[in-house]
């Protein structure tokens, strides 16, 4: 008796769940048919604007089709009302992005990535769009965003003023842009392990944040997903990486005129010395990087001669020329290291007679050769 009326009671909620399940069916059904359509109608318009990079007006007419349809956490649960959802909101970051308008686009962005039923497809594209503003803002903030694949479209109608700079300079200071940036290429890399451009991306970011053993893995993986991977933005451990492996890698021109001297590693450089050098560290069976740009100093145009990520060290050598300004650049490199406290070891001119005496010295304090 008590297992029938148990039994009962299951039934009737089994079917009260069925009726709730088709009046909300028929509920979406008809908001679907009727707003959903209006709103889907005005997205294609803006989409056409968009297109015709008539960035402004198409952020207005996605607008009016939230306003018809406008955003729900209940639908976004049905497949439709998310797409769209997330459509529009992709493409509203995106025409504020077009516009540098990187705030505004990162918020929608944001919006995007908060809707639940979106496919791995959808949130890596926001991510690596997300990503991307992060480290053009760091950029703009350099005044350095004329190439690459991050290059800023500087519109007529494009303007920073000094409130909006601020308020970058105090997110960079707060949280890092750089960071920031990673943060997202990472978040992609686990949703698409398969991703070159956001290992590629991933890869940059922490090779600007001298992060080298995190680089490299993550430039390793973009060769074994594609081979033939282009060098977008010719970071020079992406070549020597390249170069490692046997895959013919292409310097810029201003390298291949300045690198005349060719190592065992297959690395060009600039002297007969830093040849020297170069082989000495590929002997003793010690990975390196050779004039690498590094994030921790003050000057942008800084570059450490090599760097052996094994030993966390940095290796300068300072070349005699004329005396006044080598005394200069040595003093002013060396004061670099100190002030960022980076381990450094060096040779001169004088140590050209036997520079590997010279380093096996030098090299004592960090490891046995």
């Not at 908001?31 to 109608?41: D, G, I, P, T």
């Not at 074994?224 to 890698?249: P, Q, R, T, V």
Request: glycine letters at 2%; one cysteine or more.
């Amino acid at each position: 008796m008590v297992i029938k009326k148990i039994r009962e009671i299951l039934e009737k909620r089994k079917l009260k769940k069925i009726e709730e399940d088709i009046e909300q069916n028929k509920l979406e059904s008809y908001r679907e048919n009727e707003q959903l359509q209006k709103a889907e109608q005005i997205k294609k318009e803006a989409d056409r604007l968009a297109h015709l990079k008539q960035y402004k007006t198409a952020i207005d007419e996605y607008n009016k089709a939230l306003e018809i349809y406008p955003f729900s956490k209940e639908e976004q649960l049905f497949k439709k009302p998310a797409e769209f959802f997330f459509k529009v909101y992709f493409n509203i970051a995106a025409s504020y992005s077009f516009l540098n308008k990187f705030n505004e686009s990162i918020e929608f962005f944001n919006k995007a990535l908060k809707i639940e039923n979106i496919d791995d497809e959808n949130k890596v594209k926001a991510l690596m769009s997300k990503g991307n503003c992060f480290y053009k803002i760091k950029q703009l903030l350099k005044e350095d965003h004329d190439e690459g694949t991050y290059s800023i479209r500087m519109e007529s109608e494009f303007d920073v003023d000094e409130e909006t700079l601020e308020i970058f300079k105090k997110l960079d200071e707060k949280e890092n842009l750089l960071k920031l940036a990673h943060e997202c290429f990472t978040q992609t890399t686990v949703l698409d392990k398969n991703d070159a451009d956001a290992w590629y991306k991933k890869g940059h970011i922490e090779f600007l944040l001298g992060q080298v053993k995190d680089a490299m893995f993550s430039f390793d993986n973009v060769l074994m997903i594609k081979k033939d991977y282009e060098n977008k933005e010719n970071i020079e451990l992406f070549d020597d990486i390249k170069m490692e492996k046997g895959i013919k890698a292409k310097y810029p021109k201003s390298l291949e005129t300045e690198m005349k001297f060719k190592t065992k590693t297959g690395h060009y450089v600039r002297n007969k010395a830093e040849k020297m050098i170069a082989n000495f560290i590929f002997d003793n069976n010690l990975m390196f990087q050779y004039n690498m740009a590094v994030s921790w100093a003050d000057k942008d145009d800084f570059k450490a001669n090599f760097f052996i990520p094994k030993l966390d060290l940095y290796i300068e050598h300072f070349k005699f020329n004329n005396i006044k300004n080598y005394e200069k650049l040595m003093k002013s490199k060396i004061k670099e290291y100190e002030k960022n406290k980076k381990k450094l070891i060096y040779t001169t001119s004088e140590d050209e007679m036997n520079i590997e005496e010279a380093l096996k010295i030098k090299l004592k304090p960090y490891i046995i050769l």
